[in-house]
């Protein structure tokens, strides 16, 4: 993990698709080794916003800053060089890891692991594989690297995306509901890899709705509706003092 201090910043973010405001007017400040945890009702802009922070998804207007990487979003107006110059850099400091593993069939865990380092890196391919194996120690599945991913179960899969995604070595992790496509039993030992990723001081954003995550590893929950942060807690005060009913509604569901 890098040292460098790496702050995720967003200023009145806003994003529509066609006619639907899906962000409204989103603020956020995560500072370098902190985990957030963001829920929230289907269609509040989860998804939308971890895509928005690296311009998978272009935002209409606002700001975004990613470890000094600073993009202001004017709507209607293309990016320009030097903001698509910095989207490549915010890019570089970035992983995203997403409910559906994404990993290509075709390859073993071990090659899925250094695609990036090996086509994007230009790492050759001995140097790419001693990385990959210690990646894949790291989130217990050295033993996997030569299967493929349909020799894989969904949390053996997660955990090499999760890999693939540190390959990169990235400054800050934006995980999409990474265990919600996998059964219970499965969802732990990916929950025990990103503990063991937030212990070591990565900076994380997690969307999910893993409550106990939430309580014992995030050092802020984020409860979004509408497109707005309609709440920014600490998970002792967001758990036990949380007036709002529509948020004890929905935690009243899990
Ligand atoms: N590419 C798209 N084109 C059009 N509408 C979209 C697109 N992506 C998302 N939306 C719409 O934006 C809204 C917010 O979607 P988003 O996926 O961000 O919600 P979410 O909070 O992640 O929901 P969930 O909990 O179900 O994953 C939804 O109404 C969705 O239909
Ligand atoms: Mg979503």
């Excluded at 692991?113 to 391919?125: M, N, Y």
């Amino acid at each position: 993990m890098n040292s460098e201090t790496c702050k995720v910043s967003v200023t009145s973010l806003a994003k529509s698709f066609d006619k639907q405001q899906v962000l409204r007017d989103v603020n956020l400040q995560v500072q370098t080794g902190e985990v957030i945890v963001i829920l929230g009702p289907s269609g509040s802009g989860k998804t939308t916003l971890l895509r928005s922070l690296n311009f998978l998804e272009q935002p209409d207007s606002g700001e975004i800053q990613v470890c000094g990487h600073r993009i202001k979003v004017n709507r209607g107006k293309a990016p320009s060089r030097d903001d698509k110059l910095e989207i490549t850099r915010l890019r570089q400091k970035t992983a995203m890891v997403f409910q559906s593993f994404n990993l290509f069939p075709h390859m073993t865990a071990l090659e899925n692991v250094i695609e990036g380092l090996v086509s994007v890196r230009r790492i050759p391919k001995v140097q790419a594989a001693e990385r990959g194996k210690a990646l894949l120690s790291q989130v217990g599945l050295l033993e996997k690297a030569d299967s493929y991913p349909a020799k894989l179960s969904g949390g053996q899969k997660q955990r090499v995306a999760i890999a693939r995604g540190l390959a990169m070595d990235p400054e800050v992790i934006f995980f999409d509901e990474p265990t919600s496509a996998l059964d219970p039993e499965l969802r732990d030992e990916v929950l025990i890899v990103m503990r063991d990723l937030a212990s070591a001081g990565m900076t994380m954003i997690v969307v999910t709705h893993e409550l106990r995550f939430a309580r014992e590893v995030a050092d802020r929950v984020i409860f979004m509706e509408g497109g707005i942060v309609v709440a920014n807690e600490k998970p002792e005060v967001f758990f036990s003092e949380i007036s709002n009913p529509r948020i004890q509604k929905f935690l009243c569901r899990y």
